[in-house]
């Protein structure tokens, strides 16, 4: 088993190596975006049943 999972190891390093700056740089990013989420969440969460009654309407145009 071991023998099947070094050369996938082996494969990933480098890929998880040049992740690594990536999420070091969107981590900033999604720690200002959270409380933006946060505040669309109940937006959107009146805005579903909205659109979910004008869909048919839509519909028939």
């Known amino acids: 088993m ?3 999972l070094l050369p996938i190891t082996y494969y990933l390093l480098p890929i998880t190596y040049y992740l690594l ?3 070091y740089y ?3 990013i999604t ?3 959270l409380p933006i989420t946060y505040y669309l969440l109940p937006i959107t969460h009146y805005l579903l049943p909205i659109t979910y009654y ?3 309407s839509l519909a028939f145009v």
């Open 31 to 33: 720690y200002y975006l």
């Open 21 to 23: 700056p990536i999420t």
């Open 26 to 28: 969107l981590l900033p």
């Open 2 to 4: 071991t023998y099947y």
């Open 54 to 56: 004008l869909l048919p």
